[in-house]
């Protein structure tokens, strides 16, 4: 059996959020990505590994915000996620489980989000082909020789992460009021560390900037990769770009809290800016090396995007949600 949906993964940094955004528009529920990336909470967070390594930004906790993402959106989610280090003799066994998933999934006419499809990050199966053996997908890459990939590789390219997100269903009653006041709340429970995962090199919330400026600081003797600087300076300046715009258009439905969410607004927008010129610095994809010059501007943009992030969530602190 042979099934194939029309779908192109959206272009963004954020390769988890745009794939939301993909498999919505297929669906017929077309937001924009700032509101995929605030309900998610993704708009206010920031993770940084101690190497500054673009892995950093994956570290949250999947099974509850990838979920939660779909239901504040007002859809009902399956996911099916499966890590094991050793590739064990039961890896084969769950991945027939996950392509059962898959495949099941695309016949009721609903693209899947995927991980780690040829590089880590999210990617979306399309379709797929019994005779042939392989799946139709759609990645960040847009290499036209890496279309389809074959049902056995699934887990065994660079992570033994078997990972597969199912829009599900619409939910019959749906709170938006509600889903955009515990993505606000869920700024202030990141930047207090009390969204966790287990993430032994990587910091979040308070802690995140101090690792990045540790890492720029220390170098050459530590360890800091010029194409984390180019990820997380992307990626967290999508991020506070839709953290501006949702604040802004929280303040039209929160009205008692609209002075405050406008002064967040702007104290994002300040933070994004810092971080769009330190992008400029190491542009997106391998950041093209470090140099005294470099490290030296990085630093002073750096220390002022984290001013200002702090600033933004000493304001929503007051919010009176």
């Given at each position: 059996?042979?099934?194939?949906?029309?779908?192109?993964?959206?272009?963004?940094?954020d390769?988890?959020s745009?794939a939301?955004?993909?498999?919505?528009?297929?669906?017929?529920?077309?937001?924009?990505?700032?509101?995929?990336?605030g309900?998610?909470g993704?708009?206010?967070?920031?993770?940084?590994?101690?190497?500054?390594?673009?892995?950093?930004?994956?570290?949250?906790?999947?099974?509850?915000?990838?979920?939660?993402?779909?239901?504040?959106?007002?859809w009902?989610?399956?996911?099916f996620?499966?890590i094991?280090?050793?590739?064990?003799?039961?890896f084969?066994?769950?991945?027939?489980?996950?392509?059962?998933?898959?495949?099941?999934?695309?016949?009721?006419?609903?693209?899947?989000?995927?991980?780690?499809?040829?590089?880590?990050?999210?990617?979306?199966?399309?379709?797929?082909n019994?005779?042939?053996?392989?799946?139709q997908?759609?990645?960040?890459l847009n290499?036209?020789?890496?279309?389809t990939?074959?049902?056995?590789?699934?887990g065994?390219?660079?992570?033994?992460?078997?990972?597969?997100?199912?829009?599900?269903?619409?939910?019959?009653?749906?709170?938006?009021?509600?889903?955009?006041?515990?993505?606000?709340?869920?700024?202030?429970?990141?930047?207090?560390?009390?969204?966790?995962?287990?993430?032994?090199?990587?910091?979040d919330?308070?802690e995140?900037?101090?690792?990045?400026?540790?890492?720029v600081?220390n170098?050459?003797?530590?360890?800091?990769m010029?194409?984390?600087?180019?990820?997380y300076?992307?990626?967290?300046?999508?991020?506070r770009?839709?953290?501006?715009?949702?604040?802004?258009?929280?303040?039209k439905?929160?009205?008692?809290?609209?002075?405050?969410?406008?002064?967040?607004?702007?104290?994002?927008?300040?933070?994004?800016?810092?971080?769009?010129?330190?992008?400029?610095?190491?542009?997106?994809?391998?950041g093209?090396?470090?140099?005294?010059?470099?490290?030296?501007?990085?630093?002073?943009l750096?220390?002022?995007?984290?001013?200002q992030?702090?600033?933004?969530?000493?304001?929503?602190?007051?919010?009176?949600?």
């Amino acid at each position: 059996m042979k099934v194939s949906l029309n779908i192109k993964l959206q272009p963004a940094a954020d390769t988890f959020s745009a794939a939301v955004k993909s498999v919505l528009d297929h669906l017929g529920d077309k937001r924009p990505l700032w509101e995929i990336q605030g309900l998610s909470g993704y708009a206010f967070r920031i993770l940084v590994h101690e190497d500054v390594c673009p892995s950093g930004t994956h570290h949250t906790n999947w099974k509850h915000i990838h979920v939660e993402t779909f239901r504040r959106l007002g859809w009902e989610p399956r996911l099916f996620l499966h890590i094991d280090w050793d590739r064990r003799e039961s890896f084969e066994a769950k991945r027939a489980e996950l392509l059962d998933f898959v495949i099941a999934t695309l016949k009721a006419g609903r693209p899947v989000i995927l991980y780690d499809i040829y590089i880590p990050g999210w990617a979306i199966a399309t379709g797929y082909n019994d005779d042939t053996r392989k799946l139709q997908v759609e990645t960040f890459l847009n290499i036209s020789h890496w279309r389809t990939v074959d049902f056995d590789k699934l887990g065994m390219f660079n992570l033994p992460i078997l990972y597969a997100l199912d829009p599900g269903t619409r939910l019959e009653s749906h709170d938006h009021l509600r889903a955009c006041r515990e993505a606000l709340k869920d700024a202030v429970l990141h930047y207090d560390l009390k969204e966790h995962s287990w993430r032994p090199k990587v910091r979040d919330g308070r802690e995140a900037y101090n690792q990045w400026l540790k890492a720029v600081g220390n170098y050459p003797d530590a360890k800091c990769m010029p194409e984390g600087m180019a990820d997380y300076s992307a990626k967290f300046t999508e991020w506070r770009k839709s953290a501006e715009k949702f604040c802004k258009e929280a303040a039209k439905l929160f009205p008692d809290n609209k002075t405050k969410l406008l002064a967040t607004a702007k104290e994002f927008k300040e933070e994004g800016a810092a971080l769009s010129k330190l992008g400029r610095l190491f542009p997106m994809p391998g950041g093209h090396g470090l140099d005294k010059g470099k490290i030296a501007q990085a630093k002073v943009l750096l220390q002022d995007a984290k001013t200002q992030y702090e600033a933004a969530i000493a304001t929503m602190r007051v919010l009176k949600l």
